[in-house]
């Protein structure tokens, strides 16, 4: 009698990875925009103001235009009008910082910069317009300043005068 061959021994199992696990992202992403105002506190800018502020701004803001009309002191006259409002009341300069977290957990930050007018352009408008606007307007921001009930409006202006030299945004 013939007999069916014998089948071979199965092959040794190999163990069975695990299933993946399904990625899960964090259940909301948060993002927040915020202002920051880093600097000394109100008290400490007032005496600032009635003590250095109001005079200083007079001699710094004289010094930015005739900077501003040299060709050689426009570097120095840009970086004095931006610190306009920081001499005359020590107020640091606002950013804006946009925060979130990613789909991993990790918070993220970063300064958000707004877009700006192209510099021919902005070329062209100190030319024609920006380096005597400056002047004006840097003289009526201290008469204000100088009616201390006018203070508020006087910052507003002073924080405007990069835009009114240069249409450079903060």
């Known amino acids: 009698m013939i007999q069916p061959p014998t089948p071979p021994p199965p ?10 696990v399904p990625y899960a992202p964090a259940a909301t992403p948060s993002f927040t925009v ?14 600032w103001f009635l003590l250095v502020g109001w005079w200083a701004t007079a001699i710094v803001s004289a010094l930015a235009w005739l900077a501003l009309i040299t060709i050689i002191g426009l570097p120095l006259g840009i970086y004095l ?3 306009l409002p920081t001499v005359l009341t020590l107020r640091p300069r606002t950013s ?6 990613d789909a991993d957990g990790r918070t993220m930050s970063t300064v958000v910069r707004l877009e700006q007018v192209p510099w021919p352009a902005r070329g062209v408008w100190f030319v ?3 380096w005597w606007a400056s002047g004006l307007v840097m003289s009526l ?9 006018g203070l508020p409006l006087g910052l507003m202006v002073f924080n405007r005068v ?3 030299a240069s249409l450079y945004r903060y």
């Open 11 to 20: 092959a040794p199992m190999r163990p069975v990875p695990p299933a993946p």
């Open 34 to 47: 915020a202002e920051t105002k880093d600097g000394p506190g109100y008290l400490v800018r007032a005496l």
């Open 81 to 83: 009008v931006n610190r």
């Open 96 to 101: 804006t910082v946009s925060t979130w977290t």
């Open 128 to 130: 024609f317009v920006g």
């Open 141 to 149: 921001g201290y008469l204000l300043v100088l009616t201390i009930i």
């Open 162 to 164: 990069p835009f009114v």
